[in-house]
């Protein structure tokens, strides 16, 4: 497999611009293609509205930027096709999605890349697991060969009740695990608790009958508006959201957990929709929609293996957003008019 | 709407994969490119995503998907084999040699259309792995990839299903094979029956062989002509199998070998003795005797002025050429993978043209439509940069 990311001073990499790259996978494989500002898109993204469309931009992590499906089945490039209705304009989704960025990356994204382009709206996708790489300095990254390699990521802390952005640039060259003291090594992002038994979890294909039979809840750091990440989460949004001069859609993705329904979702839905009500912006939870599926096809919505969406998942995902943000385009003409 | 179609080679030497869109070859590669591992023959799982990636194209937007070897005829021969090996009175050694060869062919081959389920995740439009024969499979890379509309088609090599060398003839986008030399009788085999004695790897030493030659003498042309192989006037041979292995046991040759060429067989990474030298020049002789009277038969019979050529033994450039110097055909065009490698690239084409009957495109004199052997992947300035610049390069 070819390398697919090139280092990047703010927010630490991108997708290498105008690569063209089969990725193998359990589903048979898929193609991705990279515009050149580095993201995956089959054409440029352009500064200034093209005329007489309306134009998207959406961010979030892997589940945006659609790991395991090729650009044209993924959700964002869904709903640009089934948008247009009956005499509206036709609309552009921009997917700045970056897979294996936390929430404070994207929002680096918005302000390296995409401050400046014109458009109607901005759905922010957040992936709930996202909480935890916002609170990390640290995660490790598998390179083409499948080799775990330890990077500093940039993040942000409060201080002073302000953020701060810290490791910006981040160092280019992968760490050891005997380079970081005890606080960096606390701040390494290794996906959540029980790191051994979870990787002998998923090496036996176990995962999901041990996380029914134990009901574990992986994001405990939802359950209190007080929690440090949650703090840290909710104040890089917050400023996110506040700093963006249009229409704003804050999509929580849910965990395959709660698609399950071996996990409670509350905790982050409530966590959200406090956010959401206080910076006024537009809550959009798909988990209700998601959970009216029939379970045995609601299982179909992500790989075996893969946690990621198959092409069903993110057609689902479409499905529930399309009416959402028809809505939002909707109001925004008749404001404008 | 041009067809899209992937060929595919594998399970026995040299895996590779090729892209074939609308007849123009698009990308083709050998998994060895990609493991590091010298005539990779596991499936080419690495080849065929590179092929995909290239074409840019969806497994599932395939039109066909072709296997270069029939799997059905190989286990045919391998049963045969071990049938001839028990009514030799060698039951025990038949069964073994039965248990090692189906495993090789049962093992693998019989499964290529769910190997290509489990790497592509379909068989693309087709529904199913389409086959074709091995020679078909050379034949076609050696004549549709040719800037000529009409040729004599030689093909020569070790064992593809039964067959190891047949002549043909191509016109337009047909290609016919009218006869053939069976197993085991093989001048490939033959070949690397010396490569093996003379302490090479068999399917991979045999350009050492071909390049030791000339720094030997052919005195041995005359031992192998009166004891292993019997010429004809036509190029058609047949061996004499008391001095080889493969029909009743893995070894190419037998252990008559040492008896007729002055002791055992070299052993390798020992030092190169002139006999070695001697051999090497003889069996070369013998190979270019056999391609010449070939060539002048297959002359005869097609009435063609061009020649293309292609299987394993069309890697002996030494042969080829004493062939072009010959002057038998006008022109000669060789596939450059000769070898099982580009049995990938002709299995596509020969889907193309045969299957789906489309023609060939015509090169109307500007050189044939191989793009030459560059095919494989190829990098952009900003995929070198990031890979220079985050394994610390200056």
């Known amino acids: 497999m070819r390398q697919l990311y090139e280092y990047h001073p703010v927010v630490g990499y991108r997708y290498i611009p105008r690569l063209r790259v089969r990725i193998p996978h359990e589903g048979g494989g898929y193609l991705i293609q990279v515009n050149e500002q580095g993201f995956r898109a089959d054409r440029p993204f352009a500064r200034a509205r093209t005329p007489g469309h309306r134009r998207v931009l959406v961010f979030g992590d892997s589940f945006t930027a659609g790991d395991a499906v090729p650009n044209r089945q993924r959700y964002t490039e869904l709903l640009e096709t089934r948008l247009p209705g009956a005499g509206t304009p036709p609309v552009e989704v921009y997917n700045f999605g970056l897979s294996s960025t936390g929430t404070d990356q994207q929002y680096l994204i918005w302000r390296e890349f995409a401050r400046d382009i014109e458009h109607d709206l901005v759905v922010i996708a957040v992936f709930v697991e996202n909480i935890r790489r916002v609170a990390a300095q640290f995660r490790p990254h598998h390179d083409e060969h499948g080799v775990e390699r330890l990077y500093a990521k940039p993040y942000f802390r409060i201080e002073n009740g302000t953020l701060q952005l810290c490791h910006v640039p981040p160092r280019r060259e992968p760490y050891e695990e005997h380079e970081l003291d005890a606080a960096q090594a606390a701040a390494v992002d290794h996906g959540g608790r029980f790191l051994m038994l979870r990787r002998m979890v998923t090496k036996l294909g176990m995962r999901d009958m041990v996380q029914h039979l134990t009901q574990y809840q992986p994001l405990p750091h939802y359950d209190s508006p007080a929690s440090p990440a949650w703090c840290l989460m909710r104040a890089i949004l917050a400023q996110w959201i506040r700093a963006l001069d249009g229409p704003v859609l804050l999509m929580p993705l849910p965990l395959p957990q709660h698609l399950d329904e071996t996990c409670d979702a509350a905790p982050y839905q409530a966590r959200f929709a406090e956010l959401a009500a206080d910076v006024g912006c537009r809550l959009h939870d798909p988990l209700p929609d998601l959970l009216r599926i029939a379970p045995a096809t609601r299982r179909r919505l992500r790989w075996d293996k893969d946690i990621h969406f198959t092409p069903a998942g993110h057609d689902a995902l479409a499905r529930s957003l399309q009416p959402v943000i028809a809505d939002m385009l909707g109001a925004g003409l008749a404001r404008a008019s | ?394």
């Open chain 2, 1 to 394: 709407m041009g067809k899209t179609i992937l060929g595919i080679a594998g399970y026995y030497h040299d895996a590779a994969a090729a892209l074939v869109r609308d007849g123009e070859i698009v990308a083709a590669a050998q998994e060895e490119r990609f493991t590091r591992r010298k005539h990779d023959p596991s499936f080419p799982v690495n080849a065929i995503n590179y092929c995909l990636e290239e074409g840019f194209v969806d497994a599932a937007d395939l039109d066909a998907i072709v296997f270069y070897d029939n799997p059905l005829l190989t286990f045919d021969r391998v049963v045969q084999n071990a049938c001839a090996g028990a009514r030799h009175g060698d039951a025990a050694g038949a069964r073994d040699l039965f248990v090692q060869a189906a495993g090789a062919v049962l093992g693998d081959k019989i499964w290529v259309n769910e190997h290509v389920r489990q790497t592509l995740g379909t068989p693309g439009r087709a529904g199913r792995v389409l086959f074709a024969e091995h020679h078909m499979a050379h034949a076609a890379s050696a004549f549709y990839p040719a800037p000529v509309d009409s040729a004599a088609v030689l093909t020569i090599d070790g064992v593809g299903e039964w067959a190891t060398t047949t002549l043909g003839t191509g016109h337009g986008r047909k290609l016919e094979l009218f006869a053939e030399i069976d197993y085991p009788h093989s001048l490939g085999l033959l070949y690397s029956a010396f490569t093996s004695f003379c302490g090479f790897k068999v399917n991979s030493g045999e350009y050492k062989l071909m390049g030791l030659a000339p720094y030997g003498r052919p005195r041995y042309t005359g031992r192998i002509r009166e004891h292993l192989i019997d010429v004809r006037t036509d190029g058609s041979y047949r061996l004499d199998m008391n001095y080889f292995g493969w029909l009743d046991g893995m070894a190419m040759p037998g252990p008559r070998f040492a008896d007729l060429f002055d002791g055992p067989a070299r052993q390798p990474e020992t030092p190169i003795t002139r006999r070695e030298m001697d051999l090497a020049a003889s069996i070369q002789q013998v190979t270019e005797e056999i391609v010449l009277r070939t060539a002048r038969h297959l002359r005869r019979l097609s009435g063609e002025r061009n020649l293309v050529l292609a299987g394993g033994v069309a890697l002996n450039c030494v042969a080829n050429g004493k062939l072009a110097a010959a002057g038998i055909f006008d022109d000669i065009w060789i596939q450059p993978a000769a070898g099982d490698a580009g049995g990938a690239l002709g299995a596509a084409l020969l889907a193309h043209h045969m299957a789906f009957e489309a023609p060939r495109r015509r090169t109307d004199g500007a050189g044939d439509t191989q793009r030459g052997s560059y095919l494989g992947p190829r990098y952009s300035s900003e995929e070198i940069l990031a890979f220079l610049d985050r394994n610390g390069y200056p």
